[in-house]
């Protein structure tokens, strides 16, 4: 049952561009090994490897002392060897049950056994804790639950090795801890697990022990029981990190409302939310996954119906019927799905940048160089990881399109800016940026507005703090009453 694997100096070029070198260790059969490391440090290319959907420019992989050569994921799958994709990996237009058999199908016969698959999907669905119709498309599903059918999905492989590339990264609190127990009955099986997460707390709680890389390299490893927290964060980065979050900046007139919604009603969603935001303030948005949080804000900006309420920006009633209207206006949102509506993946870097500014760039012929320049600039002043300014936004490790997504959205220099999930799968250095330049953004006078399943963030970011649960804003929490257990009370409806 169990399976050990051996990395022997792997190495992996893409084109001129080399991100593994010659990397080196092994994993022991039936333990969790927690996969640490910046974004971009290899971490995810190296897994790839591993589950055969890459191939190593040089180096070989060992499995049980046997050297492998997996050409495809399938030759790894059938070897016992199941990766979750970090970046969702699901087809839209197909249901729940048919993307977990995708490429798996049972047959009876001539034909599909559609029973026995649904009651697969059903039993697996379960074990996750997801509770929708195995029929259901997953186009209608929110990513938290399309996170949790890529889980069920790897479950119905029977895995003896299984790879979680940030599994949790877009779940709650709740189903986090039901991973975690259903990790914990793998490794009673005797399934190894290697689990990637820039939670540190999380890779704290589950794993056994770490293993650390950075800039494409093995650096060390150890028991999880004998490192601290600080120790990971100081060896992913390969310095001290300090002081998380910045002093929240102080506004400079309390009274001055920059972004006031009245008695939104979004259908299915969110009723009579009401709510202001200071110029200058940062303004948190918590809530369980289903709250409402994000469908409310894209009604807001017009990406879906909303039946009643007001929008104030600075005084002024509007109604924007589309992003590029709320654009307009001075409002981006930068969405959670940053695959789906964030980033065009397969465009380059520089057209992702510019896209919502085009206008100037174009006099009338688009200016290749001054959107190169402002490349540039943002590689720059996100800190951007990329070894080739020409490349597409794909070739980007995940917490680098998460940086580039929050540059292009703050291209156009909006006046109120949402940030859905802002730092998902960002790396703990990259982390504390994005945290400094949200107060920077505040501190010049905008409002800034942070829906965020993490509640240490929320609570060091930002002045004040809106719970969402079932639809309804059920509290706001202000200064001397931000706490985790107070979020949840709210959250949960337990207060
Ligand atoms: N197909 C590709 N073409 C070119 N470069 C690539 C490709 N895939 C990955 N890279 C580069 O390889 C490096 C390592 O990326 P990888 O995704 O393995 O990092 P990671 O450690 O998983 O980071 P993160 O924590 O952000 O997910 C990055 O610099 C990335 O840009
Ligand atoms: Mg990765």
């Not at 897994?47 to 191939?55: D, P, T, V």
């Not at 995940?398 to 703050?410: E, H, M, S």
């Not at 940030?419 to 982390?431: H, I, N």
Request: glycine share 10%; with cysteine; hydrophobic share 45%.
């Amino acid at each position: 049952m169990s399976l050990a694997v051996a990395f022997d100096n792997i190495e992996k070029q893409f084109g001129p561009v080399r991100v593994l070198h010659g990397v080196s260790f092994d994993l022991a059969p039936g333990r969790i090994y927690g996969l640490i490391g910046e974004n971009g440090a290899g971490k995810s290319t190296l897994m790839k490897i591993l589950a055969g959907y890459e191939r190593p420019s040089g180096g070989t992989v060992s499995i049980d002392g046997v050297v492998k050569a997996f050409t495809t994921s399938r030759d790894a799958e059938a070897a016992g060897i199941v990766l979750i994709h970090q970046e969702l990996n699901l087809a839209d237009h197909l249901s729940i049950v048919q993307n977990m058999f995708l490429g798996h199908e049972r047959r009876r016969g001539l034909f599909l056994d559609e029973p026995a698959m649904r009651e697969a999907a059903r039993t697996r669905l379960a074990d996750v804790g997801l509770h929708k119709h195995p029929d259901t498309r997953v186009r209608d599903l929110i990513v938290a639950e399309k996170q949790l059918v890529e889980i069920a999905k790897a479950m119905l492989r029977d895995a003896r090795l299984l790879i979680m590339d940030e599994p949790t990264a877009t779940l709650t609190p709740a189903e986090t801890q039901r991973l975690f127990a259903l990790m914990a009955r793998l490794k009673e099986d005797g399934v190894t697990i290697v689990y990637i997460s820039h939670k540190l707390d999380e890779v704290e709680r589950v794993t056994d022990e770490v293993i650390v890389m950075r800039d494409g390299r093995f650096v060390t490893r150890g028991l999880t029981a004998e490192t601290t927290r600080q120790q990971m964060a100081n060896l992913m980065v390969g310095r001290e990190v300090s002081d998380m979050f910045p002093d929240k900046p102080v506004l400079a007139d309390e009274t001055r409302v920059a972004f006031k919604v009245d008695n939104a009603y979004v259908p299915g969603w969110a009723q009579n939310v009401s709510f202001s935001v200071r110029a200058g303030e940062v303004f948190g948005f918590a809530g369980l996954v289903g709250a409402g949080r994000t469908e409310l804000f894209e009604a807001l900006i017009g990406l879906r119906p909303r039946t009643a309420g007001r929008i104030e920006l600075d005084g002024e009633n509007i109604n924007p019927r589309n992003p590029r209207a709320a654009m307009e206006h001075g409002i981006t949102y930068l969405s959670e799905d940053r695959k789906g509506r964030g980033l065009h993946v397969d465009m380059a870097l520089k057209d992702n940048l510019t896209m919502m500014t085009l206008e100037r760039y174009a006099h009338p012929l688009l200016d290749a160089q001054a959107e190169r320049d402002a490349l540039k600039k943002a590689v720059g002043d996100f800190g951007i990881r990329t070894g080739n300014l020409a490349s597409r936004a794909r070739m980007l490790s995940g917490g680098n399109q998460q940086k580039l997504a929050l540059a292009k959205f703050l291209h156009p220099d909006p006046r109120v800016i949402v940030l859905d999930e802002p730092t998902r799968g960002v790396d703990v250095g990259a982390k504390r940026d994005i945290y400094f330049l949200i107060h920077a953004l505040a501190a010049e006078g905008r409002a800034v507005i942070v829906i965020s399943s993490e509640l240490i963030e929320l609570i060091g970011l930002c002045h004040r703090v809106a719970v969402m649960r079932g639809g309804q804003l059920v509290a706001t929490l202000g200064p001397g009453h931000l706490t985790e257990e107070r979020l949840i009370a709210h959250a949960t409806g337990t207060h």
